[in-house]
Each structure stands twice: as structure tokens, then as C-alpha cells.
């Protein structure tokens, strides 16, 4: 998907999400990127926000969140309180029967199927990792600050860990998210290591997308198993939310799910 024409639109149940396509060969994986049309949410969070944190209302947003999980028949959908950090929480089956209330965290592992995982996005990067022979998930919140954190290399070291995953078998997606074009940090010099700096692309402005792929390179991951949306959501606020470029908005749901392979999704 590095070049948006060959992203996968897909509607379902009157919602749009994007795919990437190397990651929708299989069968035991749900995962899509929904845009910010096809919900209940008024101006200005129009109209599927899911983000209760934004100032909407809570029933519309309830409504929404209710209206992804039900058409993807996803049993339970999880997500974080984002707080921009490195936390990692791993959900087994008997950690997923105990969760309660919205866990603080910046990644979700888990192996078990028919839990959505879902990040919330107005600019920052919704990474999945999937390991396609131990059936493992990983759906990673990663903005600058991530980057920064590489969250990327600590979700790959966490699945190496804790589930047996090699590296080499892992599959990423890269969301749409604030692309070259947009991405400027007039502080950069204060914010980013001397590393970024080969991926500015011109005074100030920074490929985000780039420094993740090369992250997750360096954990381990083939080049080819990296997919990049390639879509800038300040450019494209009319699918997305866009925190730069309107301020006062709501949140897009990046989400991803095992399912039982005889499950058709």
C-alpha cells in the first residue's frame, strides 16, 4: 500500500476500511482501518468517532464502537488508554475474561481469537505485527513519540518472548497516518535523536512512515513484510481524522483480529 492506489477499500455493513493486501491473504485474520464516515457522531466529531476522551457524546460513540465490533462479529473490542508511552499488555484467554475497564497501555499482544484489538488515531501510526504461523496479534499505537521510544522494537522483542514468534515470520501494517508531506517538527533538533535525521525530508519536516519501517528492519522484520498505507490523514481529513489539520476532532479505529479459520470475514 505505499502507493494509495493500491490500498484495499472494502464496505462492510455500511463502513469503510482500508486492508493491506500482503495481510488479507489470510483467512485467520480480520484487520482494517476504518475511516471516519458511517457513524452516529455529530460536527464536529463527524460521524464515527471512537474515542470517548475528544468531548463527544458518550452514547454516540458507544454506538459506534458497538456498530465496528458488530460487523466484524468480534465477541469483545479492546483498546487502550493511549498515553503515548511503551506499555505493552498481553492478553491471554484467562486475561481476557479478567480485563475491566480500558487498560493503559500503547500495544496489545494477544493469541486469542475473536478479541478486536483497536488503536485510535487522528495522525499517529496504528502498526499491526501478526506472526501467520503462531497465530499471535500485536496492534501498536506509535506517533513521534514512539518512534522515539521504538515501541515497534519492544512489541517484536515482547512477541519473541512471551509467544516464540521469530522475527522473520512477522507481517506489519503502517496505518494512515501524518505522511512526509505534512510531518513537520520545528523542534526536532530537541525531540529526535541524531538518527532521524536521514529521513528529513526537507528543513523540518520528517518521513514518519520511513524511520517505522526502518525500525521494525532493524527488530528483525523483511522488507517485504512491511506495508505502508502511504496515506497522509491531514491531506486526506474527508476519510480520516486529522488532529493537525482540524484541531478539535474525533478518533479513526485501526483494528485487527484472529478468528477461527473456517470463519469467513
Keep these: 500500500m505505499d502507493d494509495p492506489s493500491s490500498a484495499l477499500l472494502w464496505v462492510r455493513e455500511k463502513l469503510e476500511y482500508f486492508r493491506y493486501p500482503n495481510l488479507s491473504v489470510y483467512p485467520h485474520l480480520f484487520h482494517g482501518v476504518f475511516t471516519r464516515n458511517g457513524g452516529y457522531s455529530e460536527v464536529p466529531y463527524h460521524s464515527l468517532n471512537i474515542s470517548y476522551a475528544v468531548g ?3 452514547d454516540y460513540v458507544t454506538a459506534n464502537l458497538n456498530r465496528i465490533r458488530a460487523s466484524i462479529g468480534a465477541n469483545r473490542l479492546v483498546f487502550m488508554n493511549q498515553s503515548h508511552g511503551a506499555d505493552i499488555l498481553v492478553l491471554r484467554k484467562d486475561q481476557t475474561e479478567r480485563l475491566d475497564g480500558i487498560p493503559s497501555a500503547d500495544a496489545i499482544i494477544t493469541d486469542v481469537p475473536l478479541i478486536a484489538l483497536m488503536v485510535q ?6 502498526v499491526i505485527l501478526f506472526d501467520p504461523k503462531k497465530n499471535v496479534l500485536a496492534k501498536v499505537h506509535c506517533g513521534w513519540r514512539g518512534n522515539v521510544q521504538n515501541i515497534l522494537e519492544r512489541v517484536v522483542i515482547r512477541m519473541k518472548k512471551d509467544f516464540g514468534c521469530v522475527e522473520s515470520n512477522l507481517l506489519a501494517g503502517i496505518s494512515p497516518s501524518l505522511g512526509p508531506c505534512c510531518g513537520e517538527f520545528v523542534s526536532h533538533r530537541d525531540i529526535f ?22 525500525q521494525l528492519e532493524n527488530a528483525g522484520l523483511r522488507r517485504g513484510h512491511i506495508e505502508v498505507a502511504g496515506i497522509c490523514t491531514r491531506c486526506r481529513s474527508d476519510l480520516f481524522y486529522s488532529y493537525r489539520g482540524e484541531g478539535k476532532t474525533g478518533r479513526f479505529g485501526a483494528v485487527a483480529m484472529l478468528t477461527p479459520t473456517l470463519q469467513k470475514i
Excluded at 488515531?121 to 496504528?126: I, P, T, V, Y
Excluded at 519536516?205 to 520511513?210: G, N, R, T
Design 121 to 126: 488515531l487522528a495522525e499517529c501510526q496504528g
Design 193 to 214: 535523536p541524531d538518527g532521524f535525521s536521514r529521513f528529513r525530508v526537507r528543513e523540518n519536516y520528517f518521513d514518519l512512515w520511513a524511520i517505522s519501517r526502518w
Design 56 to 58: 463527544d457524546a458518550p
